[in-house]
Antibody, heavy 123, light 109 residues
Framework: QVQLVESGGVLVKPGGSLRLSCAASGFTFRDYYMTWIRQAPGKGLEWVSYISGSDGTLYYADSVRGRFTISRDNAKNSLFLQMNSLRAEDTAVYYC????????????????WGQGTLVTVSS | QSVLTQPPSASGTPGQRVTISCSGSSSNIGSHYVYWYQQLPGTAPQLLIYKNNQRPSRVPDRFSGSKSGTSASLAISGLRSEDEADYYCAAWDDSLTVLFGGGTKLTVL
């Protein structure tokens, strides 16, 4: 079955950097878009970024563009989120999730989610 | 403040039918599919409805989605206590971002 396991969430100071990882299993990783979605404590969902499975297409939310970088290693079935210039408002649970198959167009079907990793930005 | 607008709360009694609305604009709901996600207390979200009105096989047919113009709705019939959760709509926007609604907390009275 599909499994997504995030890691890397910690307490970090404002202005600091952090790299989140997501280990995927149970499906052909390179065939799917992958995405990061976050949820601040007690708040709603906020989409962060999408990456295609093979052609390098990237999408970012305005709130993180220029500070966060999404990447993947298809050989290791892993997804990453490099987070720089962190702010207090980046504090959230970050979910790794599977998007649609490659070449699906603008499809926001997110059918499998990890359990999330907590990032806290505070001095 | 979310670009997709949902009521913050909804409620119903067991067996009732409830609907949750999601309002957007021509650049998102008006020109892209709508998706619905359910988040049970203390758990990760899960896909409930995709491409306006399609249900994953594990989702009971008590749940249905619809879209008209720049608005969409999620309907839950035969309401059950286990349906108590937060519900989010989502859609692509022409700005090449994915938007989520602010979420609706459903209470089963």
């Amino acid at each position: 079955q599909v499994q997504l396991v995030e890691s890397g969430g910690v307490l970090v100071k404002p202005g600091g950097s952090l790299r989140l990882s997501c280990a995927a299993s149970g499906f052909t990783f390179r065939d799917y878009y992958m995405t990061w979605i976050r949820q601040a404590p007690g708040k709603g969902l906020e989409w962060v970024s999408y990456i295609s499975g093979s052609d390098g297409t990237l999408y970012y939310a305005d709130s993180v563009r220029g500070r966060f970088t999404i990447s993947r290693d298809n050989a290791k079935n892993s997804l990453f989120l490099q987070m720089n210039s962190l702010r207090a408002e980046d504090t959230a649970v970050y979910y790794c999730a599977r998007g649609p198959p490659n070449y699906s167009g603008y499809d926001a079907t997110i059918d499998h989610w990890g359990q999330g990793t907590l990032v806290t930005v505070s001095s | 403040q979310s670009v997709l607008t949902q009521p913050p709360s909804a409620s119903g009694t067991p067996g009732q039918r409830v609907t949750i609305s999601c309002s957007g604009s021509s650049s998102n709901i008006g020109s892209h599919y709508v998706y619905w996600y359910q988040q049970l207390p203390g758990t990760a979200p899960q896909l409930l409805i995709y491409k306006n009105n399609q249900r994953p096989s594990r989702v009971p047919d008590r749940f249905s989605g619809s879209k008209s113009g720049t608005s969409a709705s999620l309907a839950i019939s035969g309401l059950r206590s286990e349906d108590e959760a937060d519900y989010y709509c989502a859609a692509w926007d022409d700005s090449l971002t994915v938007l989520f609604g602010g979420g609706t907390k459903l209470t089963v009275l």
